[in-house]
Each structure stands twice: as structure tokens, then as C-alpha cells.
């Protein structure tokens, strides 16, 4: 389950987002699960595919912010999931898991084909529901998560070698969610469809908040300030 230190509380009661652990306020971060339910990959439009993740994030009170980490036949996963490297963010930020785990540290290592924290060289699956469970579905020769996208990023689209193989298509590619391989965005292409699989879910850009000072801080130090305001009038 997920670990309640790692968490803090955003302005709604109802929405818990995650802060990994070793943040300050200000840093910026992302978030990454996998669905707990599964999905068909027969819509070629990727916003089905943004808004069935968003409702897993809705049921866990995430917020709001989610994409799917998939390719359609117009728009690759880099791309909705806007984790190009360079401009405002340069290499990109670090990306977690739900339990605070560092997936990887920027846009950069996402998409080189591992999910490898280079300055450690741990390795992290996305493997982590929206409720904070672990996905331990076994691997076959098929994957267990929708992807429709090449390792790379590349969907369909992205030249030879790279046909009908994104969402929407007869046969689409798929993913595990126990690998930090390639394997983790590209297993297989054998299941057709109308096949049930997972989706992997990425968070918008983040940001720590600041720490606030509790009411009873305030009242204590409002009662410290008035004494010494009183003191100092009765010298």
C-alpha cells in the first residue's frame, strides 16, 4: 500500500498527491502508474485512452493532469505525455512511482529503452497501481499493458519498420509491467485489439509545496509576540 509519509495534502480534502521522499518545497517532479483495470486498444483516439487513465486517478483522488503513456497513428506517447527533452525543462525532471520509488531521472532516461537511475543504477518497473497495490501479473510472451509505441517513443508513424504496430491497429504493441528493459513499453505485438490489458499513466509537472505552519504554530508564536508587546509596555 502506499506509504503515508511520503504524501502531503493539496488544497482539496479530497485530493492526495504523492511527494517523494528527499524533495524540497519548490522541486518539481512527476508521477507514474499503472491502471489497476484494463482496457481494448481499439480506439485510434488517444484522448479515450487519456481519460481512462484520468478516471483511475479520479477513483484514488490523484487530481487532475493524467495522460496515458501510449501511441495512437497521429500522436506518440512523448508526445501526450509531453516529455520531449529541452526547452523549459531541458533533460526533464524525475518521474516516480506512487510509493516514492525514483523511476527515472529525466525525459532523457525515459525514453533510452531502460528504466535505469543512472546514478545508482537501480532499476524500477512501473508496477505500482493508482491505489498503491503491486501489479504482479506474471510475464508470458505477451505484455500486460497497452503501449502501441516502439522503445524510443516512435509510434507507427516513425518510419520503416515501425507500420501498424500503435493503438487502433489490428495488432498492436504492448508492454510489461515487471520489466525495466525495453520490454517495459515494447514485449510483444501478438495480441489483437479487442485484447484487455493495462494502461500506464503519467501525472503533469508537479510541484512541492511549502511546508505551512500549523494553526496551533501560529497562535503559539501570536501568544509569544503579545507578551512580549506586554512586557514591554508595562516597563
Known amino acids: 500500500m502506499l506509504v503515508l509519509s511520503c504524501f502531503s495534502l493539496s488544497?482539496?480534502?479530497?485530493?492526495?498527491?504523492?511527494?517523494?521522499?528527499?524533495?524540497?518545497?519548490g522541486d518539481e517532479y512527476r508521477l507514474v502508474f499503472v491502471t489497476s483495470g484494463s482496457t481494448d486498444a481499439i480506439s485510434s483516439n488517444i484522448a479515450d485512452y487519456n481519460t481512462f487513465v484520468q478516471s483511475f486517478a479520479d477513483t484514488a483522488g490523484l487530481g487532475p493532469g493524467w495522460t496515458a503513456i501510449a501511441s495512437t497513428s497521429t500522436v506518440d506517447a512523448r508526445d501526450n505525455t509531453q516529455t520531449s527533452s529541452g526547452g523549459a525543462y531541458g533533460n526533464g525532471i524525475p518521474i516516480y512511482r506512487l510509493d516514492g520509488a525514483l523511476v527515472v531521472t529525466d525525459y532523457i532516461d525515459l525514453w533510452d529503452g531502460f528504466l535505469l537511475n543512472p546514478a545508482d543504477g537501480v532499476?524500477?518497473?512501473?508496477?505500482?497501481?493508482?491505489?498503491?497495490?503491486?501489479?504482479?501479473?506474471?510475464?508470458?510472451?505477451?505484455?500486460?499493458?497497452?503501449?502501441?509505441?516502439?522503445?524510443?517513443?516512435l509510434t507507427g508513424d516513425g518510419g520503416a519498420g515501425f507500420d501498424n504496430e500503435e493503438l487502433g491497429t489490428a495488432t498492436p504493441v504492448d508492454g510489461y509491467t515487471g520489466?525495466?528493459?525495453?520490454?517495459?513499453?515494447?514485449?510483444?505485438?501478438?495480441?489483437?485489439?479487442s485484447s484487455?490489458?493495462?494502461?500506464?499513466?503519467?501525472?503533469?509537472?508537479?510541484?512541492?509545496?511549502p511546508i505551512p505552519i500549523p494553526a496551533a504554530g501560529w497562535l503559539f508564536v501570536t501568544a509569544i509576540a503579545g507578551t512580549i508587546v506586554v512586557k514591554r509596555k508595562n516597563r
Open 11 to 25: 488544497a482539496s480534502a479530497s485530493t492526495v498527491v504523492p511527494v517523494p521522499p528527499g524533495l524540497s518545497p
Open 179 to 193: 520489466a525495466t528493459s525495453p520490454y517495459w513499453i515494447e514485449k510483444s505485438q501478438q495480441s489483437p485489439q
Open 123 to 153: 532499476v524500477t518497473p512501473i508496477n505500482i497501481d493508482e491505489q498503491g497495490s503491486l501489479v504482479n501479473d506474471a510475464e508470458g510472451a505477451e505484455g500486460n499493458v497497452w503501449t502501441g509505441t516502439k522503445s524510443g517513443y
Open 196 to 209: 484487455l490489458k493495462r494502461i500506464y499513466a503519467m501525472s503533469s509537472v508537479l510541484t512541492v509545496a
